[in-house]
C-alpha cells in the first residue's frame, strides 16, 4: 500500500503569511493527489484535485503544485476562516486510497 | 441539491454488527465512485472503502473481511455493513462521493454518524 507522509504536523502562522504545507508519497503516484480542508465538528472539502486543479468555488489564494512523489499546498495569504486540519489523499491504481496524517493550521 | 444523508450508527457492543446508510439526493449513487471515510476521536481520516460504478469493491485492511459496501440503486443508497466490531472502530463514518469534474476527488461528503463499540 502507498503511504502519504504529511508536514508539518502542525502549523502556527499570522494572517496574511504564506503557508505552505508538503505531502511525500512512498511511490510515484503522477498526480493522483486531492487536498482537503476540515473545520472541526464538519465533514472534510475538497479543495484541490489531481495535484493542482482548483476545485470549483474555492478561494484562488489555495493552490496545489507536484508530481511523482513529492507534493505542495499552498495558503498564498492567510485568512481567519483558513484555521482548519488540511488532508492529502492520494488515489493512484487501486485502492487503499490513503489519507496523509493532516496538518493543524493556527492563527498565531 | 446534491447531499448525502448518513445514519444508523450508535453504540454497539465489541463483537456486535451495525449496518450504516447513506441516502444520496441530486445524483446517482451507481454512476459515481461511492467511499466510506471514518475518524477516530481526535484523530485524522481513514479511508476505509469504496465502490467504484462498474461494481468493484476494496477495503482497508483494517477492515478487510469483516466490513461490507454495498448500494441500492432502486433506493440511491450506499450501505456499509460492519460486523465483528471492535473498540479501534469507534469512529465518525462519512460517505463521500466524487460528483464533479474530479474523477476521484470526494467533493460531496454526508454530515457524518457516529459509531461507539463499547461494553
Known amino acids: 500500500d502507498i503511504q502519504m507522509t504529511q508536514s508539518p504536523s502542525s502549523l502556527s502562522a499570522s494572517v496574511g503569511d504564506r503557508v505552505t504545507i508538503t505531502c511525500q508519497a512512498s511511490q510515484d503516484i503522477s498526480n493522483y493527489l486531492n487536498w482537503y480542508q476540515q473545520k472541526p465538528g464538519k465533514a472534510p472539502k475538497l479543495l484541490i484535485y489531481d495535484a493542482s486543479n482548483l476545485e470549483t468555488g474555492v478561494p484562488s489564494r489555495f493552490s496545489g503544485s507536484g508530481s511523482g512523489t513529492d507534493f505542495t499546498f499552498t495558503i498564498s495569504s492567510l485568512q481567519p476562516e483558513d484555521i482548519a486540519t488540511y488532508y492529502c489523499?492520494?488515489?493512484?491504481?487501486?485502492?487503499?486510497?490513503?489519507f496523509g496524517q493532516g496538518t493543524k493550521l493556527e492563527i498565531k | 441539491e446534491v447531499q448525502l444523508v448518513e445514519s444508523g450508527g450508535g453504540l454497539i457492543q465489541p463483537g456486535g454488527s451495525l449496518r450504516l446508510s447513506c441516502a444520496a439526493s441530486?445524483?446517482?449513487?451507481?454512476?459515481?465512485?461511492m467511499s466510506w471515510v471514518r475518524q477516530a476521536p481526535g484523530k485524522g481520516l481513514e479511508w476505509v472503502s469504496v465502490?467504484?460504478?462498474?461494481?468493484?469493491?476494496y477495503y482497508a485492511d483494517s477492515v478487510k473481511g469483516r466490513f461490507t459496501i454495498s448500494r441500492d440503486n432502486s433506493k440511491n443508497t450506499l450501505y456499509l455493513q460492519m460486523n465483528s466490531l471492535r473498540a479501534e472502530d469507534t469512529a465518525v463514518y462519512y460517505c463521500?462521493?466524487?460528483?464533479?469534474?474530479?474523477?476521484?476527488?470526494?467533493?460531496?461528503w454526508g454530515q457524518g454518524t457516529t459509531v461507539t463499540v463499547s461494553s
Open positions: 463521500a462521493s466524487a460528483v464533479g469534474a474530479a474523477n476521484y476527488g470526494m467533493d460531496v
Open positions: 441530486g445524483f446517482t449513487v451507481s454512476s459515481n465512485y
Open positions: 489523499q492520494q488515489y493512484d491504481n487501486l485502492p487503499p486510497h490513503t
Open positions: 465502490i467504484y460504478s462498474g461494481g468493484s469493491t
